[in-house]
């Protein structure tokens, strides 16, 4: 075991009062709905006991940095009445309503925490559109699996169509591009870092998410199995060509069917995994850490900052240069006209 340090600024309380204050009301969910284990009334009446705890621990220091815990409590709870009631047609963004509520929230605060009072508004609206696409992002990434498993996914439940999602998904980042250009930072290297962590990695996790490359071009996958097509025409022309000059080959068993890959369980829901992203991007880690772990599936994830893979930056300004925070960061400055360049600093 090693030593670390933490962080105990103003920015990592309040991720650790929302992470605090959703985790209690999740693990409350959980034990009113008898999930699993929590099916047993004395570990169903443990875990309350344990939201109980989390709770107050949340509010009180929630409280302590001027933060009002209670909306977030009621974003979860409208979020299970709004999950209730919709069906084919429901507009997503009214079932993204409440995470965009608690993230604008969490972000706003932030600029009450920094004495800039002045920043709030835009704080709060790229906040909003944050919370709205890691809604979408979540749901687009297990809707396959959710399918499989029978759990409830907002794209499924409506009937949405992908390229639907997708337009709102870059709807989202652009808002969130426009509000940080409203947004005065206190130095040069924190806007920098903020530009890094909102304007690039926000396109490349949707391109992710849509098995899509940088500026929306097909990834690898869907011309890996164009070209697997081809291959079998190919094959099927030799293979008919073998079997007219030597007959048919011996009968052989079938090769085995390849292993399943392993299954990606949730590690933690929708809200508390936002709020635990708010607390990496708060305190640097998501930039500068190697690794940090992913806050909704708790894999190992490399920092941003650790490599640029760019081929040729040529045409986006300052994007692979480094700023002040860790030594390896993007430096596009504000309004770079570099999106998608490809950096993954």
Same mark, same amino acid.
């Given at each position: ?12 309380? /309040? ?68 999950? =209730? ?18 993230? =604008? ?27 709205? /696409? ?62 890094? /962590? ?10 992710? =998410? ?136």
């Amino acid at each position: 075991m090693r030593t670390a340090s933490v962080a105990t600024g103003e920015g990592a309380r /309040l991720a650790a009062s929302v992470s605090l204050v959703l985790a209690s009301a999740k693990l409350r969910d959980h034990a009113a709905d008898g999930d699993g284990a929590m099916a047993r009334r004395p570990v169903a009446a443990a875990a309350r006991r344990v939201a109980a705890s989390w709770d107050r621990a949340g509010a009180r220091t929630g409280s302590d940095l001027g933060f009002d815990t209670a909306l977030l409590v009621d974003a979860v709870e409208r979020q299970t009445g709004l999950e =209730a009631l919709a069906g084919p047609g429901t507009p997503l963004v009214s079932l993204t309503e409440p995470t965009e509520t608690a993230t =604008a929230a969490a972000f706003g605060h932030t600029a009450v925490l920094a004495g800039r009072p002045e920043n709030r508004e835009p704080l709060e609206e790229a906040g909003r559109l944050f919370g709205r /696409l890691a809604h979408l992002l979540d749901a687009v990434e297990d809707l396959e699996a959710d399918a499989e498993s029978g759990a409830w996914n907002p794209i499924a439940a409506t009937g949405a169509d992908l390229a639907d999602v997708r337009r709102l998904c870059d709807d989202a980042v652009h808002g969130v591009r426009l509000a940080l250009a409203d947004v005065a930072f206190a130095s040069k290297a924190q806007g920098r870092l903020a530009h890094l /962590l909102l304007v690039h990695e926000l396109p490349r996790a949707v391109d992710r =998410a849509f098995a899509t490359e940088g500026c929306g071009h097909p990834g690898h996958a869907r011309g890996h199995e164009q070209g697997q097509g081809r291959a079998g025409e190919h094959g099927g022309s030799e293979e008919a060509g073998v079997r007219a000059a030597f007959g048919p080959p011996p009968v052989m068993p079938p090769p085995p069917a390849p292993p399943e890959p392993p299954r990606r369980g949730r590690q933690r829901g929708l809200l508390a995994g936002c709020a635990v992203w708010a607390g990496l991007f708060c305190t640097c880690q998501v930039c500068c850490r190697d690794p940090y772990h992913d806050p909704w599936s708790g894999q190992p994830r490399e920092g941003w900052c650790h490599k640029c893979d760019c081929d040729d930056c040529s045409d986006c300004g300052d994007c692979c240069d480094c700023c002040d925070c860790c030594g390896n960061c993007c430096s596009c400055g504000d309004g770079c006209g570099c999106d998608g360049c490809g950096c993954d600093c």
